[in-house]
């Protein structure tokens, strides 16, 4: 069963002393996603296990048996996310890097995750390690979230560049023309674009 203890979720984990464990307790991570309609990431902490292990299931099925992020890109993308831990909840905006470098004590060598490809799988596998590899940390996807920060609009715009804008709670991409409408209601501009994706649940 998954916990909703924020309690529970907010404990570091501690590094398993083999492969081994790590494997076993990988099956158990997966085995625990399948029975969810649109989960694709789970961490150990989130069925009651303080262990340093984390699945990923985007593209292909991954165990990352005492990960750690190594390096990530300066640039960041915004991505809508939900958490199994938190089933009600309705997904919110976080920011992540656009790219990271991981290693797993049961990988040889470095794993590459990015979402600058475009392609929307990547993006939320790009999304989904870091989400992952964060509750391994006692971090949770509303620690992460998005914090609009308005700005003013370029003096030139052509009325049918896109331009995405915000009221705190919502964000749009559209045609200028079409926003301004809005703008002239709660809607401000936010300098960040945000991805074509669906909720991501881990």
Partial sequence: MITTDINQLREKCTLVSSVEEGEEIGIQL??????????VGLAANQIGINKRVCVINVKEPIVLINPKIIETSKEKFVCPEGCLS???????????????????DNYDSKLSFSSES?????????????????????I???????????YTAPEKIGRNEKV????????????????????NKDWNFSDIQIPDLEGLHD
């Fill in 30 to 39: 997966l085995k625990e996603l399948t029975k969810s309609d649109n989960g």
């Fill in 164 to 183: 995405t804008i915000t009221n705190g709670k919502e964000t749009r991409t559209m045609k200028y023309k079409k926003a301004e409408l809005l703008l």
């Fill in 86 to 104: 938190f089933p009600k909840d309705k997904p919110i905006l976080t920011e992540r890097y656009t790219s990271v470098i991981v290693t797993a």
């Fill in 118 to 138: 475009g392609i929307m799988n990547d993006a939320f596998e790009c999304a989904c390690v870091q989400h992952e590899i964060d509750h391994l940390d006692g």
């Fill in 140 to 150: 949770i996807h509303e620690d992460r979230k998005h914090m609009v920060i308005p």
